[in-house]
């Protein structure tokens, strides 16, 4: 007999391990990139805030400078309202004289004063025209920087909310990576329990199988293979169902096997063999039975080449579980090989097409109800329960 | 049932189970013990420490698909439900039921 080399559970662990490190790496890549990211936007928050105050301070200074130009118009008009008091004082002045050459020299001076206030007084009022011009100038440079302001700021916060966000956002990742390393760390232990067990001994030891009560080839076993006590490790449900996987694939029968004798390892061979009687069982098998049979290291010749597929039953029934999400194996994997009750009655338990077939077809409106609450997984096993155990 | 051992339960404790459900409850946990597991573990590495005490008192619960069972947990504060399980494993129960009619 040549060795078993596989352990369901082992290479269940070794690729759930590859898979968590697979995706810690990307939590890792997704983490470094997020602090790119937040980085950009404390440097986009920085720039920002520089411009808000660059633009406060230009706004700043225009407002000075209207106020020095409102300043200076005062000062313009204090001067234009001097200057037009002085010429009435001359007016005053001269006017009072009336006669002769006097009168004629005075009217002059009036005349020159009255010209130079107009001059004056003229070129003044250019001057204010000049600066409230300019004053409306910048009034309008100040509106436009307090637009500019306003938007900066708009986009200040926004840029702050993203921070925030990204920020969460690397919080999460960081904790999901700690979790995934968490869980490889646990992984690495159950590999480790795994591999030290008793009943990884047995998987590789050339010795015959050594099968404990839960599996029904028990019957099967002649007093000198009949263990003395049953092992009893806490993989002992998972390795049955590896041995079920096993049996399936084969389309080996146990209860069609009861009555031979297990006398050497050479009937475990032969169920790798495929006779005839069991290749028109395993007619849905061919594909998996040659994975199998690399696994196993069975002859490869041993499986006969006219075993016709079935592939398309498996992908019919499959496609008749895609709407909820599930397959086939994915439902024989939530499932042992045997139901046990109470009173420790056991029944074998084997999920085939043309059960998931009528299992479907079955399924009314308190089925979709359930699926709503507690899944369609358990869902449609429990029913294939039920209808196996005639109650529905 | 002996799988349940694997996660601190005695023999006491899987007495107790048998002897608080139903046949059906019963078969289904033996049945669907990989299904069982996987929400264990789902409840285990979620943080609540004393989950063998919830494995006894409400087996059921592990009855529903993983993502259904995992839904039923991302509807509440982690922390807070922690420390409320520790008190009292009867709040995954209440937890349970609330989400189930709601």
């Known amino acids: 007999m040549e060795k078993f080399k596989m352990d369901g559970i082992y290479n269940d662990l070794i690729e759930y391990s590859d898979f968590a490190a ?37 706004m700043d200074k225009c407002k000075n400078e209207i106020k020095k130009m409102q300043e200076k118009i005062k000062v313009i008009e204090a001067s234009t309202k001097n200057i037009k008091s002085t010429y009435q004082n001359i007016v005053d002045a001269y006017s009072k004289t009336s006669e002769g050459t006097t009168k004629n020299l005075y009217s002059e001076i009036i005349e020159t004063a009255r010209l130079n206030c107009e001059d004056e007084t003229e070129k003044n009022e250019r001057e204010i025209t000049r600066l409230n011009d300019d004053i409306a100038a910048i009034n309008n440079n100040i509106s436009n920087f307090t637009k500019i302001i306003e938007e900066l700021n708009i986009n200040l916060e926004k840029q702050k909310v993203e921070l925030s966000k990204y920020t969460k956002t690397l919080d999460y990742l960081k904790e999901q990576t700690r979790q995934i390393s968490r869980e490889i760390d646990n992984i690495a232990n159950r590999k480790d329990v795994i591999k030290h067990s008793p009943r990884n001994d047995f998987l590789t030891n050339d010795a015959k199988p050594n099968y ?34 096993i049996y399936d694939l084969t389309g080996y029968n146990k209860k069609d096997k009861k009555e031979s004798s297990f006398e050497s390892d050479t009937n475990l061979e032969n169920l790798f063999k495929g006779d005839e009687g069991q290749k028109k069982e395993s007619d849905n098998q061919s594909e998996k039975i040659n994975e199998w049979e690399k696994i196993l290291n069975s002859p490869s ?10 592939d398309d039953r498996e992908k019919a029934i499959n496609d008749l579980l895609k709407p909820y999400g599930t397959t086939i194996d994915r439902l024989k994997s939530l499932t042992t090989d045997k139901i046990i009750y109470k009173s420790g009655r056991e029944v074998d338990f084997n999920i085939t097409e043309d059960d998931l077939t009528r299992c479907i077809n079955a399924i009314n409106s308190m089925d979709l109800k359930s699926m709503k609450v507690l899944g369609p997984e358990i869902t449609i096993l429990r029913k294939l329960k039920l209808m196996k155990e005639g109650k529905n | ?100 009619k709601n």
Request: charged share 35%; glycine share 2%.
């Open chain 1, 212 to 245: 404990d009560n839960s599996v029904n080839t028990r019957d099967n076993l002649n007093a000198e293979n009949k263990p003395k006590e049953e092992i009893k490790t806490n993989n002992r449900v998972d390795m049955d169902e590896s041995l079920k996987q």
């Open chain 1, 301 to 310: 010749d041993a499986i006969s080449k006219d075993t016709p597929k079935n």
């Open chain 2, 1 to 100: 049932m002996e799988y349940l051992k694997m996660y601190g339960l005695t023999n006491e404790d899987i007495e107790t189970i048998k002897n608080g459900v139903s046949d059906d409850i019963y078969s289904d946990l033996t049945l669907f013990a990989p299904l069982v597991k996987k929400n264990i573990e789902f409840l285990k590495n979620f943080g609540i420490t004393n989950y063998s005490q919830v494995i006894v008192k409400y087996p059921d619960i592990f009855l529903r698909d993983e993502g259904s069972f995992e839904n039923v947990f991302s509807k509440f504060d982690k922390d807070d439900l922690i420390s409320k399980c520790l008190n009292n494993v009867a709040v995954i129960k209440k937890m349970v039921e609330f989400v189930d």
């Open chain 1, 22 to 58: 697979r995706l810690k790496d990307k939590f890792l890549n997704q983490v470094e990139k997020t602090n790119e990211i937040i980085i950009l936007y404390n440097e986009a928050i920085k720039n920002t805030e520089s411009e808000i105050k660059e633009n406060e301070n230009s």
